[in-house]
């Protein structure tokens, strides 16, 4: 049983795949997002409150989900800056 | 040249809760901050011989509307400051949380006159007898003006319904003697873990036995089982739920929960409940806090209006222990318990990784700290004071002051409530979706009036300082 239990929490908190979903291009959590993609989220709740934790909306998958999931599809915001970088040969 | 493999080209990423910004750029934080700045203050004057009763002013009772102009006339100067000063302090927390400052203002500029307004009609000494509530005058002010007459949308910046009531709980805690919440606590946390365990059950499974996909059912559970629209949106995240499903969670929470407003104060007088008996079954099954906290106003005005026996406090302080003790606290363990079962059994496969018990801590309503903080603050700081003094220095000095702002601060909240349901803009729920979610207020409601009133009654009923 305890057994059991262990194996669940490490498959639950183990990371898997791809790139954090917080710093994918595909993923938007800021407040005013997110209000304005769940009409009712105001009136008695906060697109603002702590329960939110850092969680978003996947444009990609069309799921609400934590900034701390990975993915295998993960495209970082960043990615032209990088390679720019990249190029010119900076570490 | 090779492109660098995606996750080295990860921008850096900062782990919720993990940040100093969420400090200033939570809701919740700053009701902390504001709750206890307004104490703090209120303390260091009535200790230096001084007091914020001055700027907690709002109308006294009043026969003829003559009395009523008179009183706004002699006392224009103390509402002024009053609107200047809480508008200063809402503004600085609405730019740094992110609300549009020019939409804000506006917004909040209508939500105070609308609110001298509900505070006033409160006041006037026929209103018991029409059943004048000012919680209920300020919800149906505010339904009657979304949708009959219609405000700009983008006046919603300053109707934040969250905001105000957080900020109003935490004044609530300095009111609420510390000594209480440990009292009645423990009671207050197993009545709502009792109701709230076995609604989620019955929402999940009535959910899944219709055919509604798990992580809908747990969303919809959640919503009707711990702290309604807040829960559901925690639990949405914490599931990966489709987008589609908050706003199914979102609709039936608030139409119930409106409902529920009006519902349970009215059966609870028609019951003749002591108000402490009332609050606790509103605190048991109401959905939101801050239509909770109508409901239960609601109830308290009843008492002191001498209609039903027990103190207006009684039914704020009982409806308290048990929505924001007993059940807004574990929304972090639902969401870690129901992140693991989502991530292992139901959602395998689509994305990775993410859960962690830290969990807990990052979705905890941080503004309950600033509750208990108020409570430990005050009680401590009049615990060597005689009964006699606490109610000729302490109270007007220090206590009523508080409690003025914190009216101020929950009917905002109540007119925000009114002004941002758009009954014609609610997603669409569908009939499994609400046949679950009505099983579970079906026996929230029952399972709380038999815990509220018969297994716990005398408790609730003597709830005193």
Redesign the interface.
């Known amino acids: 049983m305890i057994a059991q239990l262990i194996a669940?929490?490490r498959?639950?908190?183990?990371?898997?795949?791809?790139?954090?979903?917080?710093?994918c291009r595909h993923f938007a959590n800021?407040?005013?997002t997110v209000e304005a993609?769940?009409?009712?989220?105001?009136?008695?709740?906060?697109g603002?409150?702590?329960?939110?934790?850092?969680?978003g909306?996947c444009a990609l998958?069309?799921?609400?989900?934590?900034?701390?999931?990975?993915?295998d599809q993960?495209?970082?915001?960043?990615?032209a800056r990088?390679?720019t970088r990249?190029?010119s040969g900076a570490t | 040249m090779s492109l660098e493999p995606a996750a080295a080209l990860e921008v850096p990423y900062q782990e919720a809760g993990s940040g100093w910004t969420e400090l200033w750029r939570k809701e919740d934080w700053w009701a902390v901050w504001l709750g206890l700045g307004i104490v703090l203050v209120a303390y260091a004057l009535f200790t230096s011989g001084s007091s914020i009763a001055w700027l907690a002013v709002s109308p006294p009772k009043w026969s003829a509307f003559s009395q009523l102009l008179g009183h706004l006339e002699a006392n224009a100067t103390r509402y002024v400051a009053q609107f200047a000063i809480i508008l200063g302090l809402f503004a600085i927390a609405a730019s740094l949380i992110g609300y549009k400052l020019r939409h804000f203002v506006p917004g909040f500029v209508l939500v105070y006159l609308l609110s001298v307004l509900v505070f006033a009609a409160g006041a006037w000494d026929r209103a018991l007898y029409f059943n004048i509530e000012p919680p209920l005058i300020a919800l149906v002010g505010g339904l009657i003006i979304a949708n009959l007459i219609g405000l700009p949308r983008w006046l919603d910046a300053g109707f934040r319904v969250e905001f105000y009531i957080k900020t109003g709980i935490v004044l609530l805690g300095a009111t609420l003697p510390f000594t209480l919440i440990v009292w009645a606590g423990p009671v207050a946390i197993l009545q709502a873990s009792i109701v709230s365990i076995v609604t989620f059950l019955v929402i999940f499974f009535v959910g899944r036995r219709l055919g509604l996909d798990h992580r809908l059912a747990a969303v919809l559970g959640a919503g009707g089982a711990v702290c309604g629209v807040s829960a559901a949106i925690a639990i949405a995240g914490a599931v990966r739920a489709k987008k589609e499903y908050p706003p199914i969670a979102i609709t039936l929470v608030v139409l119930w929960a409106i409902v529920m407003i009006f519902v349970l104060p009215l059966v609870s007088r028609a019951l003749a409940l002591p108000a402490g008996v009332g609050g606790a079954w509103i605190g048991t099954s109401e959905f939101a806090d801050a239509a909770g906290f109508a409901a239960a106003q609601t109830y308290g005005g009843f008492a002191t209006a001498g209609t039903i026996s027990g103190t207006a406090d009684q039914a704020l302080w009982s409806y308290t222990l048990i929505k924001v003790v007993g059940r807004d606290v574990w929304i972090g363990i639902w969401a870690l318990i129901l992140s693991v079962i989502a991530v292992t059994r139901w959602e395998v496969t689509e994305t990775g990784g993410g859960v962690g018990a830290a969990e807990i801590w990052w979705r905890f309503p941080k503004f309950v700290l600033g509750f208990l903080l108020a409570s430990l603050l005050v009680t401590f700081a009049v615990r060597d004071v005689s009964f006699a003094d606490y109610n000729t220095a302490v109270r007007p000095g220090l206590v009523l002051p508080i409690t003025t702002l914190r009216t101020w601060a929950f009917t905002f909240s109540f007119l925000s409530i009114g002004l941002t349901t758009r009954l014609r803009e609610f997603a669409p729920a569908g009939s499994k979706p609400f046949l679950a979610f009505s099983a579970g207020v079906v026996v929230n409601v029952v399972l709380g009036f038999v815990l509220s009133v018969l297994v716990f009654g005398t408790y609730w009923q003597t709830l005193s300082h």
Do not use: K
Request: proline residues 3%; aromatic residues 10%; contains cysteine.
């Open positions: 669940v929490w498959a639950a908190t183990s990371s898997t795949v791809g790139g954090r979903c917080g710093a800021d407040g005013s993609a769940f009409p009712g989220l105001a009136i008695m709740g906060s603002f409150a702590s329960v939110r934790a850092d969680d909306i998958r069309g799921i609400y989900l934590s900034g701390r999931a990975r993915c993960f495209a970082p915001y960043m990615q990088n390679l990249v190029r």
